[in-house]
């Protein structure tokens, strides 16, 4: 019996030993900045591997950033957010070789400032705990895990669940991004791996994304048959669909909030929506008259698709709001101008544009960020706006004769793809009369 209970004691003792001197070394103490210190508050802030930040591999510098056989994931991030929905959210750092695990997360928007709130369950002892950080001119919060939180309850991983509460206004696209220590707890920061990772929430930006990875597909509607031809931007796949016939204008969105473009068309005949949900089936709505241009967008920044026309004949755009049921009308543009509306400040509202082909200039009046205009192409081209960088903003992008010609407003570089024949109709601006 004596034997075993030192033996137990050794055991906590290098538990407790590796906490203080492994797990929480997560890099870039200041030089008057003790170890011990460190290991009771926790991971020093801003070291999830998110813009403007390091991971820990200044500390823990024995193998390169994500080169172990083990990962850190982020569950529960769903395609897109509400104002103020409360999200349960579980980080696992994993490696079977492992003996103390620990992680450092945090929330930001396209501009890298703090997105949303964190709320921690009750624990006893707590194992988590909320710690501010300062990076890319910022401050930001960050959950991260305590000394109470190191060890396992099972073997090769470790799990912490808690809230993320959503901003009370749509800020566009949200980033979760986190780091994970999966240490070996030899006394030190030598052999330890370390992990990143990060996954994002849409507001319904994307306009074309049939396979819900938060980014615009490149895909066409031909109506000689009938059917949508899309290339998933998820893992290069075609797939085609046949829904509508050769005189509607296509009219594809997410209806349903489900993070997935649902196939769609606007028949002028009898001004009636026909919609193919991918969650909830088939609708048919009317809305409209004959002569107006299907505009798509989420107005009222609910995450569901409203149904909207443009009537070139007054200038003015028509929406049914989808959270209300309520109607919305503003004029803006001419008869003679191209629809090109899309989310160009990444607040989760779709702005009203158009494209003036007699200049080759967008007019954008941004939801949140004002009247902008942009010259961009040709007087044939046809403005196909979608966000096909993954920032959550609109981007600038026109069909030409097959290519497809864009302009990212990431970092505004310009990219060109051949997609499709000249006779194709472009989805992302199916709202667009052909």
């Given amino acids: 019996m004596p034997i075993i209970s030192r033996k137990v004691v050794f055991i906590k003792l290098s538990v407790i030993t590796a906490a203080i001197f492994a797990v929480f070394c997560f890099l870039n103490f ?4 003790k170890k011990v210190s460190a290991s009771a508050s926790g991971p020093t802030p801003s ?62 928007d396209s501009q890298g400032k703090q997105a949303g709130t964190f709320t921690l369950p009750a624990q006893s002892p707590q194992q988590l705990q909320i710690v501010d950080g300062f990076a890319g001119g910022n401050t930001r919060k960050y959950v991260e895990h305590t000394i109470n939180g190191l060890i ?47 996954k994002s929430s849409q ?51 997410d209806y349903d909030g489900d993070g997935k473009t649902d196939f769609a068309v606007f028949r002028p005949s009898n001004g009636t929506w026909y919609v193919q949900k991918s969650t909830t089936g088939f609708t048919a709505f009317q809305f409209g008259t004959s002569g107006d241009i299907p505009v798509v967008g989420d107005y009222d920044g609910d995450s569901k698709t409203d149904y909207a026309v443009f009537r ?18 503003r004029q803006f543009g001419f008869g003679t101008d191209k629809t090109a509306q899309g989310d160009y400040d990444g607040d989760g509202k779709t702005d009203v544009a158009v494209f003036r082909p007699s200049n080759g200039v967008w007019y954008l009046q941004r939801s949140r960020d004002g009247f902008t205009g942009v010259l961009f192409g040709a007087s044939s081209d ?15 992008a026109v069909f030409r004769d097959g290519i497809w010609y864009l302009q990212r407003s990431s970092d505004s570089s310009f990219y060109a793809v051949a997609f499709g024949t000249s006779s194709d109709v472009p989805v992302p601006s199916g709202y667009i009369a052909q």
Avoid: M
């Fill in 382 to 396: 046809k403005p196909v706006p979608g966000d096909y960088d993954g920032d959550g903003k609109s981007d600038i």
């Fill in 30 to 33: 200041s030089a008057g900045y």
């Fill in 152 to 198: 396992p309850t099972q073997f090769g991983s470790k799990s912490w669940t808690f809230t993320w509460n959503a901003p009370a206004e749509r800020v566009g696209k949200v980033s979760f991004y986190a780091a994970g220590n999966a240490a070996n707890s030899d006394g030190g920061t030598s052999g330890d791996y370390i992990y990143t990772t990060s």
């Fill in 203 to 253: 507001t319904g930006t994307a306009v074309s994304d049939f396979d819900g990875d938060g980014k615009s597909d490149t895909a066409v509607f031909r109506p000689s048959n009938g059917v949508w031809y899309s290339l998933n931007s998820l893992n290069g796949n075609l797939i085609s669909f046949l829904f509508g016939a050769s005189e509607d204008k296509i009219a594809a969105s």
């Fill in 312 to 329: 070139p004949s007054n200038g003015f755009w028509y929406i049914n709001r989808s959270s209300d049921g309520g109607f919305d009308f």
């Fill in 47 to 108: 070291n999830t591997g998110a813009p403007s930040e390091s991971s820990c591999t200044t500390c823990h510098s024995s193998f390169p950033v994500n080169s172990g056989s083990g990962s850190i994931s982020i569950a529960g991030v769903p395609a897109n957010y509400l104002p103020n929905q409360q999200i349960p959210l579980t980080v696992t750092t994993s490696q079977s070789d492992a003996v103390i695990y620990g992680f450092q997360l945090t929330a930001l």
